[in-house]
T-cell receptor, first 114, second 112 residues
Framework: KAGVTQTPRYLIKTRGQQVTLSCSPI?????VSWYQQTPGQGLQFLFE???????NKGNFPGRFSGRQFSNSRSEMNVSTLELGDSALYLC?????????????FGNGTRLTVT | SQQGEEDPQALSIQEGENATMNCSYK?????LQWYRQNSGRGLVHLIL?????REKHSGRLRVTLDTSKKSSSLLITASRAADTASYFC????????????FGKGTRLSVIA
């Protein structure tokens, strides 16, 4: 099976712009989680989707949003970008949405905001 | 913070030596997982240990869990240069339907 695919791999944006990141989970996986990774804060949970419904949301401002499509692919959007949004954004999938299952991560999207 | 905390933050050893990393957490857990991350890449799942288990093995990896001390350790035996990576513990808390919470990781360097 193909792994979790995230596109694009790298992005450079300017403050105030918006950005959309894409994640294709492993075939058959219905849960998709998003994490932000920075050197200072480590891995911070953004949100999780299961069967097109947001099940959990982390402590991030409303500028961060996401959605999941019927084929389980997911997108996250960040509007009005700030310098502090520069980070590695990681997507992870799991088969059944049980938090007892390991997460399968993509290689991330490296976002740089200038 | 409910995050697990890894110790040490960084570890440098010679190839062939054993590497031990520790993780401490604050509240009751359902399970604890260890992940590896190579530089600039995604995380790879290594081992999941449940709260009623004390020890698990996978190849050269050994994980222990002490729920009374709220701590876990990851031992990599006979380390190789390819083991150079960051290692994270992630905890699933008993509080309910909450996602995994990751620590900030231990950066392991294995010198050939």
């Amino acid at each position: 099976k193909a792994g979790v695919t995230q596109t694009p791999r790298y992005l450079i944006k300017t403050r105030g712009q918006q950005v959309t990141l894409s994640c294709s989970p492993i075939s058959g996986h219905r849960s998709v989680s998003w994490y932000q990774q920075t050197p200072g804060q480590g891995l911070q949970f953004l949100f999780e989707y299961f069967s097109e419904t947001q099940r959990n949301k982390g402590n991030f401002p409303g500028r961060f949003s996401g959605r999941q499509f019927s084929n389980s692919r997911s997108e996250m959007n960040v509007s009005t970008l700030e310098l502090g949004d520069s980070a590695l954004y990681l997507c992870a999938s799991s088969p059944d949405g049980s938090y007892n299952s390991p997460l399968h991560f993509g290689n991330g999207t490296r976002l740089t905001v200038t | 913070s409910q995050q697990g905390e890894e110790d040490p933050q960084a570890l440098s050893i010679q190839e062939g030596e054993n590497a031990t990393m520790n993780c401490s957490y604050k509240t009751s857990i359902n399970n604890l997982q260890w992940y590896r991350q190579n530089s600039g890449r995604g995380l790879v799942h290594l081992i999941l240990i449940r709260s009623n288990e004390r020890e698990k093995h996978s190849g050269r990896l050994r994980v222990t869990l002490d729920t009374s001390k709220k701590s876990s350790s990851l031992l990599i035996t006979a380390s190789r240069a390819a083991d150079t990576a960051s290692y994270f513990c992630a905890t699933l808390f008993n509080s309910g339907n909450t996602p995994l919470v990751f620590g900030k990781g231990t950066r392991l360097s294995v010198i050939a």
